[in-house]
């Protein structure tokens, strides 16, 4: 296979996999998305889906949020790791939407990253996922199945994206970063990895890989 036909089998074989794509993080719109997205850094989608009910019960806006005090929030969002600066982040970013947005998440990668804690994956995320603006999201499942299949060098996330917004069309990168995110957990984890349910990996993968994880290529 060729790099084109490799790209062509991955997005087929995601399409007939994840046909529906379900959406990782709940939420309602698009502050609490990004309310979730900055909770779900170093993190995992099921621990943030448990505290996100519980922080939104009291403030699920920027009027309400920054009526809560920093420790207030810090108290709730503990179960989800870096609560110092999540919480200050959550708090000082609501202040910054009511102060320059008139309470409402910013349409651009700029203002969004401009916003305390706010990085340019979790910008991505609230672009693609609650205004479908282009954009490729990466995470750890989507780094390491870009270099497990070849598709990119593996060094960093920045790499990772340009390489993959090269490779993937444009109209499906929305939903092919959260095909792969899928699929990296359910058929290509970091650990407790068994290559022989790998379809994609075994197809298109490097052998190098393939090799390491005893997978005997014919």
Do not use: C
């Not at 790099?3 to 993080?25: D, M, R």
């Not at 009511?98 to 991505?124: C, R, Y």
């Not at 499942?141 to 993959?164: C, P």
């Amino acid at each position: 296979m060729n790099k084109a036909e490799k790209v062509a089998f991955v997005i087929n074989k995601l399409e007939e996999l994840y046909p529906t794509i379900p959406i990782p993080l709940d939420h309602k719109d698009p502050y609490t998305l990004l309310i979730a997205v900055l909770l779900s850094a170093q993190s995992t989608d099921v621990r943030v889906n448990k505290i996100t009910p519980l922080l939104f019960a009291k403030a699920d806006n920027p009027n309400d949020m920054v009526k809560l005090s920093v420790e207030e929030i810090r108290e709730i969002i503990k179960p989800v790791g870096l609560s110092p600066m999540k919480s200050k982040g959550i708090h000082g970013l609501s202040e910054i939407l009511l102060e320059k947005h008139g309470g409402e998440v910013p349409q651009s990668f700029d203002a969004l990253e401009e916003l305390p804690a706010v990085g340019h994956k979790t910008a991505s995320v609230v672009m693609a996922q609650a205004f479908g603006v282009p954009a490729f999201p990466v995470d750890t499942h989507i780094q390491r199945l870009m270099y497990r299949w070849g598709f990119s060098n593996g060094k960093n996330v920045t790499q990772t994206e340009r390489d993959a917004k090269r490779l993937f069309p444009k109209e499906k990168w929305n939903d092919l970063h959260l095909q792969i995110i899928w699929y990296g957990r359910e058929y290509s984890p970091a650990r407790g990895w068994d290559v022989s349910k790998d379809i994609i990996t075994q197809t298109v993968g490097r052998k190098m890989v393939l090799k390491k994880h005893g997978f005997n290529l014919l």
